[in-house]
Nanobody, 121 residues
Framework: VQLQASGGGLVQAGGSLRLSCAASGRTLSNYARGWFRQAPGKEREFVASISWNGGRTRYADPVKGRFTISRDNAKNTVYLQMNSLKPEDTAVYYC???????????????WGQGTLVTVSS
């Protein structure tokens, strides 16, 4: 499966961006999807995940209340709406697919290509 993230760019602090990630090669409607990010000089970290039917979402503490993950299984696509962006949100954002339906527990994630988000102060 190929995962292609898009929608990144340069935005001022307080602004918004919407990332998209289209999957090709395999239908992912029965698997959890997620977003991770990697800032310069830091390790990749979890941002958000969504279960196979969208019924369960999970967020990292730094983005709770500002980011919203959603999915459209008909389009094999997952989204990340990012509001109230902060300079510390600057990173390469990667979409991922998990090997479980919920994305919880011992889920193994596979990442695709990332998209750069830069938030200026």
């Amino acid at each position: 499966v190929q995962l292609q993230a898009s929608g990144g760019g340069l935005v001022q602090a307080g602004g918004s961006l919407r990332l998209s990630c289209a999957a090709s090669g395999r239908t992912l409607s029965n698997y959890a999807r997620g977003w991770f990010r990697q800032a310069p000089g830091k390790e990749r970290e979890f941002v958000a995940s969504i279960s196979w039917n969208g019924g369960r979402t999970r967020y990292a503490d730094p983005v709770k209340g500002r980011f919203t993950i959603s999915r459209d299984n008909a389009k094999n696509t997952v989204y990340l709406q990012m509001n109230s962006l902060k300079p510390e949100d600057t990173a390469v954002y990667y979409c991922a697919t998990g090997n479980t339906m919920t994305g919880l527990g011992a889920t193994t994630w596979s990442w695709g290509q990332g998209t750069l988000v830069t938030v200026s102060s």
